[in-house]
């Protein structure tokens, strides 16, 4: 700045050129459509965030601080609701999702770039954007009817060798029945949807890694991990992260698996192995039929929809903000 | 690792190969001769976890540069062939230089020197290369210990750019497991001094790999090669875009280290051939053709009075 006002004030004829660019129709076109692209999402995120504001303005407003503070949700009896308690739950349960799915799909992204034979790589690259695309339902069914039964036992475990840890620790934890239903459990199925996502994202930074720098390591003697410790995992840092958030973000809004596998629950606690649990998205999906004929009630859900919609929007675009700085390449400090 | 004493002795030098010979890749073998060894097809995984047979060069250390042979190579790149037969004798103590035009094939034969070529997909080899007198490709040397010995320096400088200028010195020596008796400082200062570099960064040795200019990042590549204690230097167009003041500290480097480590240069520069280098391979490649080595012999006599006619041209700067 103090360069530009260093000019000589006698200069009077030494201004900038005011630079003039003429471009032909077809870049006019594209330019056009380009930015109506950029500018019909805003709108329609602009209008989701208006309109969930708008319909539970009116709770907030009566609610006030207490809809972040009190933990119970008895809106659908007239009673004080918040989500101090679901919230929390919900980060609890995004965020075992993502310690168990970010070390599974780093390994996944590694051995598709790096050790996989091509023609394999390609199968089980198609097979990644094939699980990406199961809808969670589904896997919500089969973590109901195949993973609990069997995590139960891991649950208890857990439990019992880590318990004096406070995440593991379950009170009264002798039977199984005390570990159904759990943060830990809804964590583990969510974790299955988060690792196609992570898996695809981390891929893409781990395959543009320059050649150069992996050449000159293998040249040094280098084994192949010797490559990936020097050379990928250092220029792929910032996809991880964008990876890792992207997958928190989904793991935040993960409703119907959430939905089947917890028992509703209303008070924030350490413990990730013990049964019940809740989220923000469970709660809207358990709540909603009995809420319906309740201005209050169902105003209020959509008050904790906004919540959940603030929470992730912020999680994405820190996501996108690293991957986008990630893609320069090389320096990736973040 | 296994200790070298589980190892059967008599295995070691036999050139036994380690994987079978894949069926020949489809290019029409040549009619008039039939003696050409089949294509070695080396896999780069299995031999990771090779154990080590004994080192002979720890007999006598005081020879650490050995020399490294290529016998009747041949390259492909798919059905492409770009090499046919070629066979040189890169004396150990010596600077041997390969020049001839663009595309010949002499960044391909580099990297048959060292196993590199074998990373590229569809890459094929045949023949037999060297290492005083070990067969790298069917002896028992693993191919990490194989590169190690030889070591490379590209075209286009390649430090790690997030690790600093000293951990870049000594990344080989973490990456191929070597155990040294010096303390990484001196081994940094010392390959450093080697390599021309010392002087300009002494003072910032923490600093990135990548805050260095081209010339300083190729010096780099230099001390972070000679680090690891090559037998071999294999340096592809090493100069090919530096300023003058850095071309001149690695001529400077290479006659001094030519002493201890076999030097084998790709270069594109006439005189700084005849600077550098004792001995030189003029490789030629005609058109649809492989490439071949032309001309072979002491540079001296390859610039004055070389036998074939192509080559005068060449090094006169008639063509290519
Ligand atoms: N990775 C590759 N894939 C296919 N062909 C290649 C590859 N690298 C080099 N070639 C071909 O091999 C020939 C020799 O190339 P190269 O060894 O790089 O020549 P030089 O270093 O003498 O310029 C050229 O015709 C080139 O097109
Ligand atoms: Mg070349």
Redo the contacts between chains.
Sequence with gaps: MTVLDARPIADAGDVPLRVVVRRNPADRVYRGVARGGGVATLTLMGFIGGFLLLRSFHVLNARGFAFLTEKRWLAAQNGPFGIAAVLPLTFEIAIVAIVIAVPVATVAALFLTEYAP?RVRRLLTSLVDLLAAVPSLIYGLWGLFYLQPHLVHVSKWLSDHLGFIPFFHVQNGTALSAFTSSTFIAGVVVSLMVVPVCTTVMREVFAQA?Q??K??????????W?VVR??VL??GRGGMIGGTMLGLGRALGETIAVTFIISPFFQPRASILANGTHSISALIALNFSESVSNPTARDGLIAAGLALFVVTLGVNAIASTIVARSRSG???EI | MTSPSELDPFETHTGRPRSMPAPPPPSPPPAFDNTEAAPVYAR??DT?TMTLPPDPFIARPASRSAGITAQNVSAWFGDHKVLERVSLDMAPNRVTALIGPSGCGKSTFLRIL?R?HE?V?GAALAGVVELGGTDIYRGNLPV??T???I??V?Q?P??????TIAENVV??L???G?KSTRSYAEIVEDCLVQAGLWNEVRNRLAAPG?SLSGGQQQRL?IA??LA?EPHVLLMDEPCSALDPTSTRRIEETIAEICERITVVIVTHNMQQAQRVSQSCAFFLAGENEPGRIVESGPTERLFSEPEDTRTLDYVRGRFG
């Design positions: 091509r320059p150069g720098e050449e000159g390591a293998l040249a040094l003697g280098a084994t192949k010797g020097t050379v250092p220029f090389a320096s990736t | 780069f995984t990771d060292n590199m990373l997909h990490t210990e590169r190690r010995r070591g490379m590209f286009k390649n430090p790690f750019p997030t690790m990344s080989g973490k990456l191929s070597m990548g590549c972070r090669a690891v």
